[in-house]
């Protein structure tokens, strides 16, 4: 569709008009697009659905004599020719009429009923025109008549600069829909009328002189002749009532080299937007942070509007061009700059704390958030063996890490940072805040922390047999409580030194924490360290929390030797009882008073051929006695143990058992007789 050199608003085909009014119908804007023969930007007329039951309808001349409906889109009026309203006869005509807002253009479809043909029809639409002054009316019309000049049918179009009625050629049938259409053409200050979307002529719209240029209201007016013939009543309906205006080009928006979503720390910009043909201003709105909409201001025929920012926060500017007469632009998307000069705040290092430790090469660094609500506030860790830093705060030779904070980050409730496989040894860390904006936070005051992944190891210290006290040493620091405590330090197997147990009672014990190790004191009177005891440490972890290797860890006073080998066992009673009383020569305990001591014997009883009577059982420092059923021969077995649990060798010795008294056989004797032979 182009402007043609006379002036006149010319569409491209009825069929764009009718995909118009379709949509039109469904309450949504549809351009329609005009431009002039030389190219020059174009202009578009935007129709928007006006429902025909929001309107509010009153009368026009004279009430519809047979009644109207309303729809929600549609309207029907009916001409009753028997009883016509005769209080207002002006041309015969009876109607009704709305107000809109201002418009440039008027159109609505008309159905052209079959059942006319031979009545007296008149069924028309006209805008409502007024001048810039809003001191004058004008009414440009578009009708179809049966009983025109003439007994002419068809469209007609009124124009009283320019003789009234003028009927058009434009070939119509009755039946079906078809929309007509009244337009204010700012070029050639007329009238243009469309019927089903093509441009059917262009009348005078300086009616009386007085420069009409908005459209705000239409009427719908029938023809009643008045005929008292109830053959001649008909129908007209209505539906799909537009508007149309005419819209520029929407600007284009952005803070001059900055783009729209940009964040900045200058406070001087330059909100800044396209030009756009036909437009003779701008309207400029800003929304500032804290504040509503701010009313729009024209600020003439400018495309930038330099600007000082002030509070922190989001800026959103729109534009809207405007040829100040009769066609706006819609208002551009806000354009939105966020101003952010104040650099975040220093996080509080939170964990590990400062000279802390921890025993796995796989944690977390947190620290609590600096978000300030402005920007996206990220930050930067560092590491490194060394807490030695730069003029800036950095630490020399660290590595280093972005990390996000809580609004990149799955919303974590504090910001962190995932440590893994670094190996065993002492870190200083920190960290600083920066927001998208460029500004930078300062580093934190570093942190210490301690990997330490390995157990600690302790290693017992004796000194010559019977001293009250002994040193357990650790080959790393250790939790002082806990090395101090008697619950952590024993005696094992001692029953001879009265019995076995923690030192709970017994002892005190004092931590050195520079030279890594504790002095156990023996407090019970009589108690002190003899050879072959074992004592030992348990339960106390180092200062990343990591328990002993060998826990328990335990130890003897002295290297351990074994009992001698007692004397041949050997029995003493006679041996014609099963009842044998057995005795040995006792054993020896190396070392003298220094010595454990022998604690005892286990003895075993084998019969003549090697079955076991008698299990190894201990008999303590006794001698024993053994019971058989039955006469043999027998061997005891015997070794010793002292009270370290050291075994000795064993001895033996045999006996035989015989119950049974021996048998004497006393016979006659063989009677001699000494003589002669008889």
Sequence with gaps: MGLLSGGVYKRVSSVALSFVMAISSLSVLVP??????????PVSMVYSSVPFGSLAWQADRATPSGGYSIGADSLTLNVDNQNANTSHLFYQTEGLQASFSTAKSVKSEIYLDPSWTGK????????????????????????????????????????????GWTNLSTPVGLGG??????????????????????WVATKDGNWMGDGYSNIDGVIFNNF?????????????????????????????????????????TNSSV????????????????????GYADALPNNVGNITSNPSTLTNEGDYKFSVQATNGVDADSDWSTPCVLTYDATAPGTPALLTPSNNGYVNTNDFYFTWSDKS???????????SSTSNAVDGTGSLIGAWNSIASGNSEQNNLVTPQIHSTGAPDGTYYWQVRAFDVAGNVGSWTAPYKVTIDTQKPLAYLIFGAPGATSFKVHFYEDVNAIEATDPANYFLNNWPGALGSGDLV??????????????????????????????????????LAGNILFNNPTTQ?????????????????????????????????????????????YYYQLENSHGDVVKDWTFTGNNYTTTSVTADGEYTLRVYAVDNAGNAGLEDSGSVTVDTVAPVVVITSPTETKFGHNA
Aim: overall charge negative; charged content about 15%.
């Design 505 to 542: 009672g017994d002892a005190t014990i004092t931590y050195d924490s520079i030279n890594r190790e504790s002095t156990v004191n023996l407090t019970n009177p009589g108690w002190y360290v003899s050879p072959e005891q074992q004592w030992g440490v348990q339960n106390i972890h180092d």
């Design 372 to 382: 300030d609500g402005i920007s996206t506030v990220k930050y930067e860790f560092q």
């Design 177 to 198: 829909w078809h929309s007509v259409e009244v337009d204010y053409n700012t070029t050639s200050l007329n009238y243009d009328y469309y019927v089903d979307g093509s």
């Design 32 to 41: 329609i697009i005009f431009a002039d023969s030389v190219g020059a930007s």
């Design 120 to 163: 007296a029809v008149r069924a028309g639409i006209w805008g409502i025109a007024h001048n810039a002054s809003n001191s004058d009316t004008a009414w440009p019309i578009i009708e179809y008549t049966t009983i025109g000049d003439g007994g002419f049918t068809g469209w007609r179009v009124f124009d009283t600069m320019n003789g």
């Design 224 to 264: 009643n002749s008045a005929t008292g013939n109830a053959a001649d009543n008909y129908s007209v309906s209505w539906r799909n009532l537009v508007t149309g205006r005419f819209k520029l080009s929407t600007p284009t928006t952005s803070y001059g080299a900055l783009f729209c979503g940009a964040i900045t």
């Design 556 to 600: 003897y006073s002295t290297e351990l030797k074994n009992p001698g080998k007692p004397g041949v066992p050997v029995a003493t009673n006679p041996t014609n009882s099963q009842n044998i009383d057995w005795s040995w020569t006792a054993a020896v305990d190396p070392g003298g008073a220094n010595a454990s001591g022998v604690k005892g």
């Design 270 to 289: 330059n909100p800044t937007w396209s030009a756009v043909a036909g437009a003779t201003s701008y309207n400029y709105k800003i929304v500032t942070p």
